[in-house]
């Protein structure tokens, strides 16, 4: 099949969208068929062989967050140049209703179109207020899927309609096989995402660790992302900021040792989490995980079977629930068999089979209605009444 992906957000700005569909292509191009990716992406960035880039994206605020996203004539017309050029069978389009590629996307293209809803935002004003610029894109789409049930809630909302809820997929094995990293092991906790960005959750673990330094003053800290860490810690007294190490952007292969190393992964995210794919990669990776009781998170956990939560926003909640595990081994190791049990659902060989069977349903479908067209045609042409 001739696979053609949308990407809305820019490529050399790691993000969970971008990452889902990295993974969703590679995975397709492993089953043998033919992917091409069209993404935002600077001029020096370097792109895998699947990769077309649309031109350099601009920051824009989005859902709480700052997207780099494509936008405008040139991109329309990029945009229409790589689906001429590509005679997919299926277009699959990630976040629609962002303007960015997507939208566009959705405008040019002819054929059977899947769109997937990553965003959960129940209260998106910019999203009501937009309805009637989408609804005629939106319209041409055959099938539609969400990431998690409060992605689905957020697309029935506020544009209508309904989809199938397909979560965001994982290579469980290349956490799970990773090895640890004898430096990052022995009382550590975890905590990768973008320092600067509020809703990732750092703050609140920053006013929670004098508490779970106090009660276990040998723990350590270990962040990976990119931001201001001397903003990071500016909070915290001088005599602990030791206790924090950063280690920047990680590659996918240290992410996993560090996953893999933690005693303790912590996900203290605020809001506008729509799945929690970083959860995902840590029960693969067998850490014990301790998240926000965001709606979604509690989801990906199975409500707190596969990993534990506290109250979200409260660093007093999040130390007490630290300090508990990081002195109870025995909590710890049956938090990662459970884990390890219910990761297993969000695998590629699952996520992966269950996207392929919407493209074939749809491509299925658009077959039958082209045929069915050319059937009358014919009967038309021959003077003959349908039966």
């Known amino acids: 099949m001739r696979i053609g ?3 809305p957000y820019s490529w050399d700005v790691p993000g969970g969208v971008q990452f889902h569909i990295r993974d969703l292509a590679e995975y397709f191009v492993r089953q043998g068929h033919e992917v091409s990716v069209l993404a935002p992406a600077d001029d020096d960035t370097p792109l895998p062989p699947y990769v077309v880039s649309a031109g350099r994206a601009v920051p824009v ?6 997207a780099r996203l494509n936008f405008g004539f040139l991109s329309a017309a990029r945009v229409r140049r790589w689906l001429h050029d590509g005679a997919f069978d299926v277009i699959h389009i990630h976040e629609p209703a962002s303007p960015s590629l997507g939208l566009l996307a959705c405008w040019s293209a002819s054929g059977p179109i899947v769109a997937t809803f990553h965003t959960s935002n129940p ?21 539609r899927i969400a990431v998690s049930e409060y992605a689905r809630r957020t697309l029935v909302e506020h544009l209508g309609g309904d989809a199938v809820v397909i979560p965001n997929g994982v290579d469980v094995d290349f956490f799970a096989k990773a090895e640890p990293k004898p430096e990052w092991q022995g009382g550590t906790i975890g905590f990768i995402g973008r320092i ?5 959750g750092l703050p609140v673990l920053m006013r929670a ?27 915290l007294p001088a005599e602990l900021r030791s206790r924090v190490e950063f280690l920047g952007m990680v590659s996918d292969e240290e992410k996993a040792r560090l996953l893999r190393s933690v005693d303790l992964y912590v996900a203290p995210n605020t809001g506008g989490e729509s799945f929690g794919i970083i959860l995902v990669e840590a029960l693969s ?19 707190g079977a596969a990993g534990e939560l ?50 074939e349903t749809v491509t299925a479908g658009a077959a039958a209605v082209a045929a069915d067209d050319r059937a009358t045609g014919l ?9």
């Open 123 to 143: 209260r998106s004003r910019a999203m009501i207020a937009a309805y009637s610029i989408l609804q005629a894109a939106l319209e041409k789409i055959s099938a």
């Open 61 to 66: 605020p989005y859902n709480g967050s700052v």
């Open 285 to 303: 990776a067998g850490a014990p995980v301790l998240a926000s009781d965001l709606d979604a998170f509690a989801q990906v956990l199975d409500q």
């Open 379 to 387: 009967r038309a042409r021959l003077g003959l009444a349908r039966d």
């Open 5 to 7: 992906i949308v990407c």
């Open 209 to 235: 660790l004098p508490r779970i330094l106090a009660a276990r003053p040998e723990t350590r800290l270990l962040v990976a992302g990119r931001g201001d860490e001397e903003e990071a810690v500016a909070s």
């Open 310 to 359: 506290f109250a979200n926003e409260d660093a007093d909640a999040l130390a007490v629930a630290a300090v508990r595990l990081l002195g109870d081994p025995a909590r710890r190791e049956e938090l990662r068999e459970r884990g390890s049990a219910h990761v297993r659902r969000f695998d590629w060989s699952t996520v992966g089979a269950d996207i392929m069977s919407v493209y």
């Open 196 to 200: 600067d960005e509020p809703r990732k």
